[in-house]
Structure formats: C-alpha cells, structure tokens
C-alpha cells in the first residue's frame, strides 16, 4: 500500500460530469444561510498537488483548531492529515472564486471511497470504528464519506451544499444509492455535550435495525450527562435535514477527542426541496 496519496483518477470506470466542476451559488433558495455573493468552483481532485491542497485544510482544521493527534504514514509532509486511505478515495474540493472568477484555495473538501476503491483498500475507514456486518448487503452500491470540513472562515452553510451538490450528482451518475460515514462531535467537555446529542438523536432519528451498527471503542454514554439542552453540530442537522439517520451508538475517537456517530444518507430518502436543487427534479 503507498504511502503518498498518488492522482486516483480515473475512477475505476466512474466519471463525474461536467457539473460536477461547476461554479455553485451559496444555498439553495430558501436555506437559512447567511447571505453571501460568493460563488464557489467544486471539482474533483486531478492531481497529488490538490490532494496535497485538501491535506493541508484537514490539518488546519482537525490538528490547529481541534487538537487531533494524526498517525501519520512514514514520509508524509509536515502539515498534512495524511492516512492510508487517501490514496485509494476520491478527493472532492470546493474553492472560492477570486475577483477574476478564476477558482482560488480550497476552502472545503470531502473524500469519497466507492466501492471498487473499498474492496482494493482491504475495507471502508468506517470499519476501524463500527461492525459493519448488518450493511454487507448495501455495499456494492455505497460509498463511504469522510474527512469533511470547511474552512472556518467560510462556514456559513455555501461551501457544505456545494460539495452536497455535487456529491448526489456523482452519486446518481454512477448509480449508487447509499452514502456512509462518521459524523464527529467534540469532546471538549469531555463528552456530555456528545452523550446529550446522542440522546436527542436516539429519540428521532435512528435508523432501522437491519441496518444498526455497533462501535468498536464505544463512547460511555451512561455515565457521562444526557441532559443537557444542546443543539447538533451544523453537518449533522445538515445531514438530518437531507434524510441521513443514525446507525447506532457513538464510538470513541481518541487521537480526534471526537464521539463518531455512524450515520446513513440513501439518495432516496433525500426531501423533494434538496432534490430539486442537487438534481433539478430527475430524481
């Protein structure tokens, strides 16, 4: 296995389009974001210097800001969240037009591993954190999100519904349905404010039980506070009002001080309103 991410398309006979490369407007008509004129590019990463380029966002935002602790591979750059399965994922980055229109810093990113890239991986970067086993039947047509985040300067909703935009585009060209991943909450406090949320979401919005997981490391929900009045992480209510539910309880992320919930977004299951935006009504 490299240890360098290396330029992964193309894509095991998956094609994005040309929409996905598109210039996206903030949100769609409607979203309670705030307002902005920025437009932002998103396009999928074409070479180990843009994958570098969503590396370096990743340790601005998870090591500077957050206080991750990254195993890194053997000769990985400074300054970079680098792991063993970049080099298998997709790579999809959403840049800030600049005063010429010409697309500038990635501000946003999000890696994809599809299911051919997960059988020659050895598996999903899911399955270090959960038993997948109750999911086997999805897998030839899920993939597998992870690394997302947004620069903090531009979170404001536009960059998210961006690379959403474009993520439901070359999920239906490519016809899969089913979208996997880990969605982090912080354990600043250490974790009350995740075992709170954990309780509201429990309540609403778990998933079936043929499709509920069990974490490897698990979070001690019972004896950590589960009352706190506290709202979701922004991706999370994002990924909630899009359809996403809850596979089960949250693991323990130790080198990240996150609790991971495993959730689910299946393309059917996203409401009308997103579906027209993302889509334009195909679906």
């Not at 706190?228 to 999370?236: A, D, G, H, S």
């Amino acid at each position: 296995m490299r240890d360098l991410p290396l330029p992964t398309l193309p894509f095991s006979d998956l094609r994005p389009s040309e929409a996905s490369r598109r210039s996206l407007p903030v949100a769609p008509q409607g979203d309670a974001v705030a307002p902005s004129r920025a437009r932002f590019h998103v396009g999928w990463a074409r070479s180990e210097e843009e994958v570098r380029q969503a590396q370096r966002l990743r340790y601005r935002v998870f090591v500077e800001e957050m206080g991750a602790r990254l195993s890194v591979p053997k000769h990985a750059p400074v300054g970079h969240d680098v792991d063993i399965f970049d080099p298998f994922c997709e790579h999809l980055l959403v840049r800030l037009m600049d005063a010429d229109g010409q697309p500038g810093e990635v501000i946003g990113t999000y890696r994809v591993l599809t299911p051919e890239a997960a059988r020659r991986a050895g598996g999903l970067y899911t399955e270090t954190e959960f038993d997948l086993t109750r999911l086997r039947s999805l897998r030839p047509r899920m993939v597998e999100l992870g690394r997302s985040c947004v620069h903090p300067e531009h979170r404001n909703g536009g960059a998210i519904m961006a690379l959403w935009g474009a993520l439901t585009e070359f999920m239906v060209r490519n016809d899969l349905d089913t979208m996997i991943g880990c969605a982090s909450i912080s354990m600043r406090d250490g974790g009350h404010y995740a075992a709170s949320i954990w309780k509201q979401l429990e309540d609403r919005h778990m998933a079936d039980i043929e499709w509920q997981v069990r974490p490897r490391l698990p979070l001690p929900v019972d004896e950590l506070r589960q009352d706190l009045t506290v709202e979701p992480p922004p991706l999370i209510k994002g990924y909630l009002r899009c359809g996403a539910r809850v596979l089960g309880r949250p693991a323990w992320d130790p080198d990240f001080n996150t609790a991971d919930l495993p959730m689910m977004m299946r393309i059917n299951d996203l409401p009308a309103r997103y579906r027209r935006h993302f889509l334009g009504g195909d679906l």
